[in-house]
């Protein structure tokens, strides 16, 4: 009889490599770029690339390139995850109602636990918060929802094969949940993160009232070879000393334009929850209809992934 788990192990990828940007340059013409940078303003934090999800259910992924308005398309993106952690955001207009997709939130917190208070710096419990309980939230029309007004998302930094940039896909509401769930499935498989292939897809789905939205899928498609393991565990060690340092953006809440329409003036928290997951999260009978959007819970819910 075979051995069940042979059956079920990934095959390892030796074609995946991490790319060094400077690697195999002359070492005349290395040491010339070290000077000139130099000469330029020091630069602290993570510099990345970043991956939007699309509005209106794409299925597409928008990849940041080289120059501003150059964007990539990709069905699929397979990678290696570097860090992921949880974010929260509170804006208090509801996106669509200003035009600056840099604008910070008022209250952000990059672990999803303690969260700052920009305007007096004041530091508040995300638990205990009114803003990120279900039923605080506001639609695009300013109207009340079943939804929370603090956004509950989770950043993914991670690395494709011979490309020596690192890109940064933040997970909106919509999908927090199931990729929680999804990651969590993967890591019980025994294999870290940082050891693994991952494969990224979207998925067209709609809420009840038939507003349509991309759904974030992921899939364990391989393993890495050793050496490109300790590669990516070095540089999560790196990303994870300095994530705190880019900071939250409309930006990361915001969709990408809806891929062959006109781009939708607000984003979209639309995935189902039915009366009977409304009333078992918050314990009030619903009042009709199922609700506008789902986060994930604040507290209880599903288990937090085993890693920050």
């Known amino acids: ?43 602290s934090g993570i510099s990345c690339r970043k991956v939007k999800i699309p509005s209106g259910g794409g299925i597409a992924f928008e990849i940041q390139g080289d120059d501003d308005g150059d964007e990539d398309v990709q069905k699929q993106i397979d990678a290696v995850v570097i860090f992921t952690h949880r974010a929260n955001g509170y804006w208090p207009k509801p996106y669509g109602s200003g035009d600056d997709t840099n604008e910070p939130p008022a209250c952000s917190s990059m672990d999803g636990k303690t969260a700052v208070w920009a305007e007096t710096g004041e530091v508040r419990s ?109 540089l999560r060690r790196q990303i994870k000393d300095q994530y705190k340092s880019v900071a939250l953006t409309l930006d990361d809440y915001a969709p990408g334009p809806a891929q062959g329409q006109q781009a939708m003036n607000g984003a979209v928290d639309v995935p189902p929850m039915s009366d009977e997951e409304w009333q078992s999260l918050t314990g009030e009978a619903p009042a009709g209809g199922a609700p506008e959007f789902q986060d994930a819970p604040a507290g209880g819910g599903d288990a937090d992934l085993p890693f920050a």
Do not use: H, W
């Open 126 to 234: 995300c638990e205990n918060c009114p803003f990120n309980e279900y039923g605080s939230g506001v639609d695009q029309t300013g109207q009340a929802s079943r939804g929370k007004a603090c956004k509950n998302m989770r950043r993914i930094y991670f690395m494709m094969s011979e490309d020596p940039n690192l890109y940064l896909l933040t997970v909106p509401p919509t999908s927090v949940r199931d990729v929680n769930k999804q990651l969590t499935k993967i890591l019980a498989g025994g294999t870290p993160y940082v050891g693994m292939i991952l494969r990224f897809t979207l998925e067209k789905a709609a809420n009840s009232n038939g507003v349509a939205y991309s759904k974030v899928i992921i899939k364990k498609v391989g393993a890495l070879p050793p050496a490109v393991t300790a590669q990516a565990t070095a």
């Open 1 to 43: 009889m075979a051995n069940k788990k042979n059956e079920t192990a990934l095959a390892v990828a030796d074609t995946f490599t991490l790319a060094n940007r400077y690697e195999g340059l002359d070492p005349d013409i290395m040491a010339e770029i070290e000077d000139e940078l130099g000469d330029l303003d020091p630069e």
